[in-house]
């Protein structure tokens, strides 16, 4: 038996049969865990910009109390937990160790059990997650059209004539959309380079997906840093996309069966660290544990996988920085990446590592680990909101007066571009690693 709501771009099936995957929704001792005191509500960006009860992490977990007491999916609930950007602000700011990011990425699995969404975005979503986000096939060509987007000029066109404006959301998508970086890191998964210098340590890195076909440039300067810094650095056949847009999007399925491609195809191979230079992918790598605690089958080798991972920066800043470096002669601010400083606990690492950079002058912005807008694919699906925390977050940039904006997230790396693009002062967007890799280029 089914029930529809009122709404006509949503089914909702308020009695449907438990799905084989009942633990995917907010279970009742993590939603007891809030006591309701509203120390989060400053962290929230959402909140911060709408001041809106049902859109804080408080107003959240409330609502999914009620849910799990048996109140149905409603289309009201569904966009309250939508419009959420999961950059677990809350999580730092929270005195009771709530888990918030596994609480509303556990409502997503929910609501994507239970409602049945309109067949265009079925069709849309299933070959985003499905196909292009896991094929190299698929991304490759993805990557060619966009590449000939920009050189035939046409990217230019729209974006220096203004008409992105008169396009309404699609022109705003557009300003987001990311560049394509041939040739392509595809190129190199496969291949091990060796370290310079004797070898301290022996790493895989974790090309990432979209990375490979945006960010390729990133992944190589990624190896040099780590060579330059002794390691030997595998780049393992057969890994994938990490699945962290899936877990993000309620498709917690499709990223349990990811993660066992990863472990299966990298465990094993008998690494001090697994690397990964995105702080979003990271999150969830280090998260796979809790993906996969269920499955009898690899609940252990995903615990061991997850103590392997180590963000980049974590990384370099742990083993003793090669100090060997030229200057860069910069301005420099540094934006936290969301599941960097909220998900990972990592926040001190990557000044560490900038303020290494001979003649390299850091200025902290204000409000440096408040949400850009980025959050995965939100500034696609939910762009008003993203845009807005964006103009918000260019102030804070324009405030310090850098030329560079260093951040350690592809995600947020795009964002970023658009942000300086549209509201900034001609600022450059780096990683922290291309600033490394420029410091070791410069001797």
Known sequence: MAASTASSDVRVD???????ADFDRPQQADLD???????????????????????????????????????????????????????????????SGVQYGKLVEAARAEIENRVRRPFMTRLLRRFVFGCLLQSPTWMTVAGAMVYLYQASGLQA????????????????IEQLAPSAEPPFFFSQIGKTFPAEGPQRQRVAFLAGCLANISFA?????????????????????????????????????????LARCNIDAILEG?????????????????????????????????????????DVNEFLASIGLNLDMGPVPVI?????SCH?????????????????????????????DLCCGSAGVYNVVENSMSMALLEKKMESVNSTGAAVIVTANPGCMLQLQAGARLHG???????????????????
Request: aromatic share 6%.
């Open 157 to 172: 066109l729209v974006r220096g004539s203004g008409l992105w404006k008169l396009l309404g959301i699609l022109g705003r």
């Open 217 to 257: 440039r990133l992944n190589e300067a990624t190896v040099r840093v780590l060579q330059k810094n002794g390691c030997e650095v595998v780049i393992p056949a057969g890994q994938g996309c990490c699945g962290a847009l899936h877990v993000h999007a309620g498709l917690r399925e499709d990223a349990r069966k």
């Open 425 to 443: 002062k001609g600022q450059r967007v780096a990683h922290v690693v291309e600033i490394l890799d420029q410091a070791y280029k410069n001797i």
């Open 33 to 95: 865990r809030c006591v309701h005191c509203g120390l989060c509500l400053n962290a929230c960006p959402t909140y911060r910009e709408l001041g809106l009860e049902m859109d804080s992490p408080r107003g959240r977990i409330y609502q999914m109390v009620q849910v799990a007491g048996g109140a149905p999916v409603t289309p009201s609930y569904i966009e309250h937990i939508e419009l959420c950007l999961a950059c677990r602000g809350c999580e730092t700011a929270c005195p």
């Open 340 to 368: 960097l400083a909220h998900g990972q606990k990592i926040g001190t690492a990557p000044r560490r590592l900038l303020a290494a950079v001979p003649k390299l002058q850091f200025r902290e912005m204000p409000l440096s």
């Open 332 to 336: 420099a601010t540094y934006q936290d």
């Open 14 to 20: 308020i009695f449907r049969a438990p799905q084989p």
């Open 270 to 310: 008998g690494f001090d660290a697994l690397i990964t230079n995105a702080a979003g992918c990271g999150s969830t790598l280090k998260e796979y544990h809790d993906l996969l605690e269920h499955d009898a089958a690899y609940a252990e080798k995903a615990q061991r996988f997850s103590h392997l991972v180590q």
